[in-house]
């Protein structure tokens, strides 16, 4: 290989066609003299122009179209020669960082000599090290294309917005649910917005028996095994959820509370008294209407019992979590939109009013496909206040335009999967940890289960891993029609 | 079709490139176009501007052609390295295939051009050149007389083994130069007419004027394919004219050329061998297909050269200089690099 051009913090370099590198790979720019090397990933390959090259395949191909039929007498095998000039390539590779001292910056303020640097791959071990991608807490993500494994450490998760994010059926759903296992494995807590009941068998392996984790694992599926009494809510978190979910105006809230102080002074706070004190209380009409339309919602969602034994206290389920480590997986399988918007108001709340008080430490939140969940002023109370609380998200989508930009100006890692269409890369390069082309390049020649590791946890060094499978029984796999018939 | 292997163009090639093992190699090149340097005087020269009409014999019949190139692929500090390629092509059954024979690297100085001239005329024509020629050239001819001599031996094999064929050369039928000896020619166009073969030589470019005008130029209205005949054209000695001079336009458009036909052939078949090109080949701006193949197929390409100056500096050691283009170090951007002829 050999040193072509630089431009800008883009390398091109000539490769001929036993040196076999592809994208994504990592090329050490070793300039002795210099004393420094620089660290390149190849980000596209292409033909290199070679002159004359068009007219060998315009002449190959005269006869109709065809090709012409005949003889080539090549006594000293000149041929090989011209196939192997012919196939040489251009590799496009991104300067990620300067060796100097076995010490790593990520200048590329100096360039190599074109004549004296010498050029070979990189392989991922050696990287890693010089990286220092590694840690206390390893997590390991699945095996890379020089058979060596691509671990990150748990820790590059803590305090860290993340986005899983490609194509349907690529993997998303799994690299979840391994950095779940792996963090439950390392006592954090773990919070799942379940959208289609995929991890409620998380604690299974394979064949259906209980896994290591089988224990940490609690499925609360509203309306079955999660149901609040009233009078366990704080006012903020019911009012929370009327205004938020379910869009009480601001009068009607004011009138509300009046109604729970009332209750509360009756030391009965039940969905009856509720309706009944609703219905008899001295206010406009519009906000009687107003009252009732959402209290009927309260009800119809089933969320809701009077009866104590009933209801599930999700601060026991996170304070059991937070001393050996658990997933809590919310199951929002068969909940309505409305239902899933109070449950995920109810959660959230929960665990902000948790961390504030420190009753737990810090929480580890996935939420899949958020958009359908989440209402408007959380995504940036997610990335900035909730943060702060102790709430680390990781939102997993296979529509990236459905994340607001800012999510991804903010977010700290990107695993990122296939994506074919041009604008879906668009909406992901946006991320600040990434650089367009790297996505654009790499993202859409991903093969199914291979995921771009982007941002932190890789220090900054894209690099591409198949994820590892965990042996975790299959949820949420899609109805097929004819399933039977195959 | 003879397909022995030309072995000792090969052998030669080889040993040749022996001698060049781990010299440095500056690395240029150019290529060399097959021009008759001789002048045919053509003061005598008339063209006859009735034309003679032609009309396609569709009844198959084989068309063969033969072209040759040669390049300089760079220098070595004693010499030159040259690489020559011939090819045949041939159109039967509506299909055209092609013999390729090439490339061969000579590495060619004054002290082995004699030796490897000489071993190449004897292999191939076993016999030297006519005494009054130059037996060796001078260096910077040597290139495309190595690679004349691989296109007359090519024009000969096949001459050998088409049976009733049109024959198609590249250039003319004159013969008596340096490339081109007349007992070769005459012994090409013997052989050739031995098989019932018609040969045909088309220029591409000539020289030959009437009034002033070239011959290619003075083109009547009349429908093409036609041929006009020339008469009176005499070449001074030692050159022979052994073909009869034609103007050919065979397709439609404004492009003719200068045509040789055997001038042993009756004038009946001297046309009739035009006719049945016509109703066998591609014509394509009054140029055969089969003639426009075999040029293309051993020209080279910028990538070849490539390719065999990677060869020659691999398998021969070459270590590869960069001697500074005289002209651009002297003028500048206003020089325009060097030239060879």
Redesign the interface.
């Known amino acids: 290989m050999k040193l072509y051009k630089k431009e800008g913090n883009i390398v091109q370099i000539l490769s001929l066609p036993n040196e076999t590198v592809e994208k994504g790979d990592y090329l050490l720019v070793e300039d002795v003299e210099a004393g420094r090397s620089l660290i390149v990933q190849v980000i596209d390959v292409q033909f290199a122009s070679?002159?004359?090259?068009l007219?060998?395949l315009l002449?190959s191909l005269?006869?109709g179209g065809e090709l012409?039929?005949?003889?080539?007498?090549?006594?000293?095998e000149?041929a090989p020669?011209?196939t192997?000039?012919?196939d040489a390539s251009l590799l496009f590779c991104k300067i990620r960082a300067t060796v100097e001292n076995e010490n790593l910056s990520p200048s590329s303020s100096w360039l190599p000599s074109r004549s004296r640097s010498t050029i070979k791959k990189l392989p991922l071990p050696t990287l890693l090290k010089l990286a220092k991608i590694n840690g206390k807490l390893p997590i390991i993500l699945g095996g890379t294309k020089d058979a060596s494994l691509l671990t990150i450490d748990a820790s590059s998760l803590d305090g860290r917005l993340n986005i899983i994010t490609g194509k349907k059926e690529t993997g998303k759903s799994h690299l979840s649910k391994l950095l779940m296992v792996n963090l439950v494995g390392y006592k954090a807590t773990v919070v799942v917005f379940d959208l289609n009941g995929e991890y409620i068998s998380l604690g299974m392996t394979a064949d259906g028996k209980r896994n290591a984790c089988f224990d940490k694992i609690r499925v609360l599926t509203p309306s079955q095994n999660f149901k609040l009494a009233l009078k366990q809510l704080n006012l903020h978190v019911l009012l929370g959820i009327l205004i938020h979910a379910l869009h009480l105006p601001g009068t009607s809230a004011r009138e509300f509370r009046h109604i729970w102080q009332s209750l509360k002074e009756r030391g009965n706070i039940t969905l009856h008294e509720l309706g009944e004190t609703i219905r008899n209380w001295n206010c406009n009409q519009q906000v009687r209407d107003a009252l009732f339309s959402r209290y009927h919602a309260l009800v119809n969602s089933g969320f809701f019992t009077d009866n104590v034994a009933e209801a599930t206290l999700l601060e026991e389920c996170l304070l059991k979590a937070r001393e050996e480590g658990g997933a809590i997986v919310i199951n929002l399988r068969n909940t309505s939109s409305i239902d899933r918007q109070i449950v995920v108001e109810y959660v959230l709340g929960k665990l902000v009013e948790s961390l504030t008080s420190w009753t737990l430490k810090a929480v580890f939140l996935f939420a899949e496909e958020a958009h359908l969940y989440l209402r408007e002023t959380y995504w940036d109370d997610i990335v900035t206040r909730m943060r702060h609380f102790g709430i680390f998200t990781t939102f997993i989508t296979n529509q990236p335009d459905t994340i607001r930009e800012n999510i991804y100006r903010q977010a700290d890692n990107i695993f990122l999967f296939n994506f074919t269409n041009e604008h879906d890369l668009d909406v992901v390069s946006r991320a600040a940890r990434v650089d367009a082309e790297t996505v654009r390049s790499i993202a859409r020649d991903l093969p199914p289960h291979h995921c771009l590791v982007l941002g932190k946890v890789v220090r900054d060094f894209p690099m591409v891993a198949r994820v590892r499978a965990l042996d975790v029984k299959t949820m949420g796999e899609t109805r097929l029609f004819f399933k039977d018939m195959n | 079709m003879d397909t022995t292997l030309p072995q000792q163009f090969t052998e030669l090639s080889l040993q040749s490139l022996k001698r060049v093992q781990n010299q440095s190699f500056q690395l240029n090149q150019h290529s060399f176009q097959q021009i008759n340097s001789f002048e045919e005087h053509s003061q005598s020269l008339s063209l006859r501007l009735e034309p003679i009409p032609l009309k396609p014999i569709r009844k198959e019949n084989i068309v063969a052609a033969v072209d040759s190139s040669t390049m300089k692929i760079g220098e070595t500090t004693q010499g030159i390295v040259i690489a020559v390629r011939g090819a045949s092509v041939w159109k039967q059954s509506k299909n055209y295939r092609y013999i390729r024979l090439g490339p061969f690297i000579f590495h060619l100085t004054e002290e082995n051009k004699r030796e490897v001239y000489n071993a190449l005329e004897k292999a191939y024509f076993t016999s030297l050149p006519d005494q009054n020629h130059q037996s060796a050239p001078n260096l910077l001819q040597m290139p495309m007389r190595i690679a004349s001599l691989l296109e007359r031996w090519m024009q000969m094999m096949l001459s050998k083994t088409i049976n009733k064929g049109i024959i198609l050369f590249d250039g003319s039928l004159t013969s008596g130069t340096a490339d081109m000896p007349v007992g070769r020619m005459k012994q090409i166009l013997g052989t050739a007419r031995k098989r019932g073969n018609i040969v045909l030589a088309f220029s591409k470019m000539t020289n030959l004027r009437v009034n002033g005008y070239l011959i290619t130029d003075l083109l009547p209205e009349d429908t093409p394919p036609y041929l006009l005949e020339t008469e009176g054209l005499k070449l001074k000695p030692p050159m022979v004219l052994l073909g009869d001079v034609y103007v050919a336009r065979l397709t439609k458009g404004n492009c003719a050329f200068r045509l040789d036909i055997d001038r042993e052939v009756p004038i009946e078949q001297k046309i009739e061998a035009v006719e049945k090109l016509l109703g066998n080949d591609l014509l394509t701006q009054s140029y055969p297909e089969t003639l426009r193949l075999a040029h293309i197929l051993c020209t080279f390409t910028a990538n070849e050269v490539l390719a065999m100056q990677h060869f020659i500096t691999r398998r021969h050691g070459l270590q590869i200089i960069n001697r500074p283009d005289m002209h651009r170090l002297l003028f500048g951007p206003f020089g325009k690099g060097e030239s060879w002829s």
Do not use: S
């Open positions: 070679i002159p004359g090259v007219e060998e002449r005269p006869d012409i039929q005949g003889e080539d007498v090549d006594p000293l000149i020669h011209i192997y000039i012919q």
